[in-house]
């Protein structure tokens, strides 16, 4: 009898502190911190809330989110919001870009930080080997540009020039820049250099066109950049100018072709980063990934507006094309 006695309070014990019996009161979430700049980097979150959830951490079960979204015209606040955010000592910070990681880097020292979509992480020393407290899923485009330059080649093959976009304002501008020369060399290639710093800047680079030259764009990784060649479409259409991008997100939006890995996929992938984290796992022991997936995209009509009409066998490069 008191071994049946016993036998019930532990039951009774067991069940009265397990997850389903527990009060809203009692049930502890892991705190995590987003921070995003522009809506672009949406599919980012995205492709993050839906793999976490997978993983188990399901939002007002056991884990709760609180999301700091600044617009382009706020990122003065960028530092303070990061501020903010150490201040409110989370579980884990989520950043969806370069400047997002940047700005969390310089103001903190302890809380647990996955990036999403940095370009060349360590190379220009936003991460370290190892790192305490840093890790994530670069975007690759530091080692794709290589590709990215031979592709644009591939399809156009009698280039006289191709532009390098550059904003000397992003941080990793100089260790792209050096690389591409690299890339352009063994490739032949006559490159020029183009610096950009506003977006006014951007809207000037065909101001004065060399006639009768076939010129290809090629912008190097930058949130400027990232945020505005879609936009001046209608600009590189009326001078035919074909322009390489690195996110197939922008073929979506009707850029002529890009290399490189989706906003979703990145968010997916650091999730598997972040749960690990969530579980107890030591940053340092969770080395920063390159991008699982990677494509090539190419925007048949914007194409065919610059006078650019694929024949059976260069669609067979792509590993997808927007009609």
Same mark, same amino acid.
């Given at each position: 009898m008191k071994l049946s006695l016993s036998i019930l309070l532990i039951?009774?014990?067991?069940?009265?502190?397990?997850?389903?019996?527990?009060?809203?009161?009692?049930?502890?979430?892991k705190q995590v911190a987003i921070l995003m700049v522009d809506e672009g980097r949406e599919e980012k979150w995205a492709g993050f809330h839906q793999a976490l959830t997978e993983y188990g951490w399901v939002e007002g079960e056991n884990v709760q989110y609180t999301i700091y979204r600044l617009s382009q015209t706020e990122q003065v606040e960028l530092a303070s919001t990061a501020m903010q955010i150490v201040e409110s000592t989370p579980d884990l910070i989520v950043t969806m870009g370069g400047i997002e990681t940047l700005a969390i880097r310089e103001v903190n020292e302890t809380i647990p930080t996955v990036f999403i979509g940095v370009a060349a992480p360590q190379e220009w020393g936003l991460v370290k080997p190892l790192d305490a407290i840093i890790t994530g899923v670069s975007n690759g485009q530091y080692e794709l540009l290589g590709k990215r330059l031979e592709l644009t080649a591939r399809l156009y093959p009698n280039l006289d020039e191709v532009w390098v976009i550059v904003d000397p304002l992003a941080p990793?501008?100089?260790?792209?820049?050096?690389?591409?020369?690299?890339e352009g060399r063994k490739l032949n290639l006559h490159l020029v250099i183009k610096e950009v710093r506003q977006f006014s800047d951007l809207q000037q680079l065909t101001a004065n066109l060399p006639s009768g030259r076939q010129i290809a764009l090629f912008p190097l990784p930058s949130y400027l950049l990232e945020e505005n060649l879609v936009k001046l479409m209608p600009q590189w259409i009326k001078h035919h100018l074909f322009v390489m991008g690195a996110n197939p997100k922008q073929v979506e939006a009707g850029l002529f072709a890009a290399y490189g890995s989706s906003f979703y996929d990145q968010g997916f992938q650091a999730a598997r980063l972040a749960a +690990?984290? $969530?579980?107890? /796992? @030591?940053?340092?022991?969770?080395?920063?990934?390159?991008?699982?997936?990677v494509q090539y995209v190419g925007n048949?009509?914007?194409?065919?507006?610059?006078? +650019?009409? $694929?024949?059976? /066998? @260069?669609?067979l490069w792509f590993d997808g094309v927007v009609r």
């Open positions: 039951i009774g014990i067991f069940l009265l502190t397990s997850p389903s019996m527990l009060t809203e009161s009692q049930i502890v979430l990793p501008s100089k260790v792209h820049l050096a690389k591409v020369q690299e +690990k984290i $969530l579980h107890g /796992q @030591e940053v340092s022991q969770i080395p920063w990934e390159l991008p699982d997936q048949i009509t914007s194409l065919r507006s610059i006078g +650019k009409e $694929l024949d059976e /066998q @260069e669609r």
